[in-house]
């Protein structure tokens, strides 16, 4: 067994950890692991183009730019933080954990296009968020601000992971029973999904008990200005 | 849709150039021309090419070529005056593009015309994406009165703002088919089977579900470790030696890796992209928040698995 590809993942590691650019990075990882391989450069090079050629796809959501850039330049954002500073009862950490529950029910539901960062956390959620802690806590200090944010990315992520295998027919329930398969076991999805159910009703536990310190932890922050 | 990528791309490198409050705007042209190529010829030019265009545009993202144009003209004071003379209707065309996305994955396949189904069934997720933006966009440029360019313009505008990372999850994923390909994946398994203690079914276990989130952290992507952990460990031992469930072990597993998809840079879509485009000055902001979930529900699923694989 050759374990000089090994040598790759240090590589990786080690550039992440060290700050260099990601993409900087994964060119040396790239070349690193054909080369231990014994793949002549030249043929690390195409194999590379040929699997960006083929990942095209992942990029096609950056359509939503223009339409996106174009609502913020008319408001959205803004809209979206007054319509949450009216509601008394609306804080970050509620918020927050309101969206992680919908997003977990609806991916549960096969409905995991309904959120993203670039749809829905951008545009929408992380404003909510934001404008329920300023009629809260005054004008949030830049710190604090920052942290509403990455909670609101995180709630979009918890709930789509922890929910999606629920639903049957996800690319990761099809990926465990192919696998299986090959194995020689022949398994139902059905009973992958099922099983899937613990772990996501922990998932909202853990992060959902998080999300609802969020307000906790902001009061904090904001300093004692607050009475 | 490759083609509408590829003319969104043109556009933003033309009016990248076009604008003289950037001081690196040729970079920033070159970068989004470069992208716009591989979107429009990519399937043409062959391998090797496709190779020189990821190193050029890595040279360009990786170097700091890029520089950021023009940002938002209006005051937040004004967006906030526009949005309240707007109200509400602003949120309709946001709302739109999932909702329309949601609808069109679940019919878009089943439509057919002539015996052909109107999408590929493979890809339908996105094309009904797609569909839903450019819906949202019609009724976006409409409700503004705003002529196309304006489109373009703010979204040039929030590409210059993404900048490098936004061809980070692409490359990534590409970086998992070279990984493949040098057998990386296997070696891993072969470490983790030859070196670690695995004579207990808990040991067991605390392997295949710590192995799931560590090497989903260096691939990225659960979708590489599934197969490479489950075929050195959980199907020879948890299964066979052990008599645990498959589909327990599965599920939970994934799940494990999932995990793992929480705390790692190189899943860079769900952890790097969002912290780029919420504007947070630490690239690792979000992942740093998700640090304490990944943990605790990694040690949950550990005990999960141990307590339910071996009883059904």
Redesign the interface.
């Known amino acids: 067994m050759n374990l000089w590809p090994l040598l790759a993942i240090a590589v990786l590691v080690v550039g992440f950890a060290a700050g260099v650019n990601p993409l900087l990075v994964i060119l040396v990882t790239a070349f690193t692991a054909g080369l231990a391989a014994g793949i002549a450069p030249l043929r690390v090079l195409a194999a590379l183009g040929h699997a960006f050629n083929a990942t095209r796809y992942v990029s096609l959501v950056w359509l939503i730019l223009p339409v996106i850039g174009l609502l913020e330049h008319e408001g959205l954002r803004e809209r979206a933080r007054t319509l949450i500073g009216r509601l008394r009862a609306a804080t970050a950490g509620r918020i927050l954990l309101l969206y992680l529950a919908l997003r977990q029910l609806t991916a549960a539901l096969g409905l995991t296009s309904l959120g993203g960062p670039a749809q829905m956390v951008r545009p929408i959620v992380a404003p909510m968020a934001e404008g329920a802690a300023e009629s809260r806590l005054g004008r949030l200090s830049g710190p604090a601000r920052h942290l509403v944010r990455a909670y609101a990315a995180s709630a979009d992520n918890v709930g789509a992971f922890f929910g999606e295998d629920i639903f049957i027919a996800v690319s990761s329930i099809l990926l465990i029973k192919g696998f299986l398969a090959q194995s020689g076991y022949d398994i139902a999805p059905f009973r992958l999904s099922m099983w899937a159910i613990p772990t996501a009703l922990l998932a909202f536990l853990i992060h959902g008990v998080r999300l609802w310190r969020l307000d906790a932890k902001l009061k904090r922050l904001a300093g004692g200005e607050q009475p | 849709?490759?083609a509408?990528?590829g003319a969104?791309f043109s556009a933003f490198a033309l009016l990248s150039v076009r604008d003289r409050s950037n001081p690196r705007r040729w970079g920033n042209g070159a970068f989004w021309g470069l992208?716009a190529v591989?979107?429009l010829f990519?399937?043409r030019i062959?391998?090797?090419?496709?190779?020189?265009?990821?190193?050029a545009?890595?040279v360009l993202?990786?170097?700091g070529a890029l520089g950021r144009g023009s940002t938002?003209r209006?005051s937040?004071e004004e967006?906030?005056?526009?949005?309240?003379r707007?109200?509400?209707a602003?949120?309709v065309?946001?709302l739109l593009?999932?909702?329309l996305?949601?609808i069109g994955?679940f019919t878009l396949g089943r439509i057919e015309v002539g015996g052909v189904p109107l999408a590929d069934p493979n890809?339908v997720?996105?094309i009904?994406?797609?569909v839903g933006?450019l819906v949202?966009?019609l009724v976006?440029?409409w409700?503004?009165k705003?002529p196309p360019q304006?489109?373009?313009?703010?979204?040039?505008?929030?590409?210059d703002m993404i900048g490098?990372a936004?061809?980070?999850?692409?490359?990534?994923?590409?970086?998992?088919?070279?990984?493949a390909?040098?057998?990386?994946g296997?070696?891993?398994g072969?470490?983790a089977t030859t070196w670690l203690p695995l004579g207990h079914p808990f040991a067991a276990v605390l392997v295949y579900c710590l192995g799931m989130a560590l090497f989903t952290m260096?691939m990225g992507n659960?979708?590489a470790a599934?197969?490479v952990m489950?075929?050195a460990i959980g199907?020879p031992l948890i299964?066979q030696r052990f008599g645990g469930d498959?589909?327990?072990m599965?599920?939970?597993?994934?799940?494990s890796g999932?995990c793992g998809?929480?705390v790692t840079?190189?899943a860079?879509?769900?952890?790097?992209?969002?912290?780029v485009?919420?504007?947070?000055?630490?690239r690792n902001?979000?992942i740093?928040?998700?640090i304490?979930?990944a943990i605790?529900?990694l040690a949950?699923?550990i005990v999960?698995m141990y307590v339910?694989v071996f009883r059904f």
């Open positions: 849709m490759y509408l990528a969104m992208l591989s979107f990519g399937s062959g391998d090797t090419a496709n190779g020189v265009l990821v190193v545009l890595i993202g990786g170097t938002e209006r937040a967006r906030a005056q526009r949005a309240a707007r109200g509400n602003l949120l065309p946001a593009i999932p909702l996305a949601v994955t890809n997720t996105l009904a994406l797609a933006i949202a966009l976006a440029l409700q503004a705003a304006a489109a373009l313009e703010e979204g040039r505008r929030l590409a490098w936004l061809m980070l999850p692409q490359l990534l994923a590409a970086l998992g088919a070279v990984f390909l040098a057998g990386v296997g070696a891993v072969h470490v260096v659960a979708f599934f197969p489950t075929a199907v299964v498959p589909a327990i599965g599920a939970i597993g994934m799940l999932f998809t929480l840079p190189m860079a879509n769900f952890n790097i992209v969002p912290a485009l919420l504007e947070l000055p630490d902001a979000v740093k928040v998700q304490p979930t605790g529900l949950c699923n999960l339910l």
